[in-house]
């Protein structure tokens, strides 16, 4: 088979600069709704490293089947069979792509938070036991939701998902570093004010050996310190269904008020159990190439001047304890165009507008990712 080069560029950057796949280690390649061509080059990217592909192909339209009528006697023991699996493997890639992002959204919530309560301890077990790296796949579906072409699009995604990661890792390791001596966070912006501690919590460079596309610090507030208000200006989409203008108010922690063009499926999330009205994530973005939303997160959330703060589910390394079925990575972009705002450490303003100010931060602008210097 003739595989576009592109196609084998992403392939071998997701087996070995993400995974770092070792000789006789085991891989689990999930592909949701991705052209054969781009599976046979990832089995042939881990066969080169000398570790053994294992294969599970998914369709959208199927899953929304078989999830349309899920019963606990159906999906337990799929669960078991899917977290055998998984026990089993050192590694995990996968790649979804769809031809409508709303496709699951006529499933009851209460079907989708069944099979979401029954797969979390696969969950889990690939987030803190196995090497892993997700990212969507192109589609004209997606290029719709950009706003491009098909072609143009394309363009774009291999660009953004091949880059040369390596070169945001001083900076990023400054911005961890700053953030693991932090205690208060104060971050301002249109209907934004908002502070929490992150004191004793830590942080994580995310340089495209999880995600891709990737760009991110992150870091957790302390459970119960998150007090004000944040007005998210970007668009998301959480389980087949699409939010704009969510708007959160918090007291000790919680989250006490929550709007948006759709309060009411809104609330039904944040309900879904107790710790997803607490805060799971604090991050930084800063990938110089993506800078407007798509509804679509594994993008929306590394936008170049952004910050996500994501109610539920926090990891385990990093975080602050707190257990939910939901992680919600909600986007709010502080660049001027989207109004501006601030995130101020310990009193110290770390970034206006969009733009790092510390020098030892600058590093993350978007002039350095994107200059021939090194």
Sequence with gaps: MIIDPRYNELADGLAGFSTELKRGERVLIDAFDVPDAMVIALVRAVRRRGAHPLVQLHRARITRELTLGAEEAQFAPHAQVELARMQKMDAYIALRGSDNIFEASDVPAEKVQLISRLMKPVLDHRVGKTKWVVLRWPTPAMAQQAAMSTEAFEDFYFRVCTL??????????????????????????????????????????????????????????????????IQYNAPTVYLGSSFDNIRLVFKRGRIVEATANNTKRLNEILDSDAGARFIGEFAIGFNPHILEPMRDILFDEKIAGSFHFTPGQAYGDCGNGNKSQVHWDMVCIQRPEYGGGEIWFDGKLIRKDGLFVPKSLQKLNPDYLLSRKK
């Excluded at 919590?201 to 957790?220: H, M, T």
């Design 164 to 229: 040369d990661y390596g070169r945001m890792a001083p900076g990023m390791k400054a911005l961890a570093d700053l953030m693991r001596r932090t205690d208060r966070v104060h971050i301002k912006g249109p209907g934004t004010d908002l502070q929490f501690s992150i004191k004793g919590i830590g942080a994580k460079e995310c340089g495209g050996q999880r995600n891709i596309p990737d760009g991110e610090v992150f870091s957790c507030p302390v459970k119960d310190s998150v007090e004000g208000v």
